[in-house]
């Protein structure tokens, strides 16, 4: 015996019932759609309900657009960098000191001062910052985006922008 050779067992696949073939036997004449009206005949639209309102029509249409391309960044201000007390500061030294969570792309912002002379690698940084940074004495070296291509992938579902 060979895998091409399995098949469902036997009564697994139970064959559709032929309707509509003449009045001799059951289902046959009306075919089971019981006698006139638009279900007798094959004319209900998608989606009909009745009369009712459609649910197509009862949802609320919501206004706006999310951009499913939209590049998001972990921010992370400069009192966060100058608290860590390192003079070289990359996205790992920022997750193991607890400042931003595993593989998000980091931006650094001017909130707060910065003491020391640091060389910070960030994917992006605030004018204000990189003046800072630059003003204490450091440098500052801005990493390439964590995604393959042109934009990031896309996120939600094929329902998020209807």
Excluded: C, W
Excluded at 56 to 78: D, H, I, S, T
């Amino acid at each position: 015996m060979r895998v091409d050779e399995i098949g469902p067992r036997y009564g697994a696949r139970k064959k559709p019932k032929r309707v509509g073939r003449g009045t001799g036997g059951k289902g046959g004449k009306t075919a089971g759609r019981g006698t006139k009206g638009q279900y007798a005949r094959n004319t209900v639209a998608r989606g009909f309900e009745g009369g009712q309102m459609p649910l197509k029509q009862r949802v609320p249409k919501l206004k706006g657009f999310n951009n499913p391309f939209r590049v998001e960044y972990y921010a992370v201000n400069l009192d966060a960098i100058d608290s860590l007390g390192s003079s070289e500061v990359d996205p790992a030294k920022l997750v193991s000191g607890g400042v931003a969570h595993k593989g998000q792309m980091i931006k650094v912002l001017g909130r707060g001062k910065i003491t020391r002379a640091v060389k910070v690698s960030a994917h992006a940084v605030s004018k204000s910052a990189q003046e800072a940074i630059v003003a204490a004495g450091g440098s500052v070296v801005i990493l390439p985006p964590t995604y393959k291509g042109v934009r990031p992938p896309a996120k939600g579902s094929q329902f998020t922008n209807r």
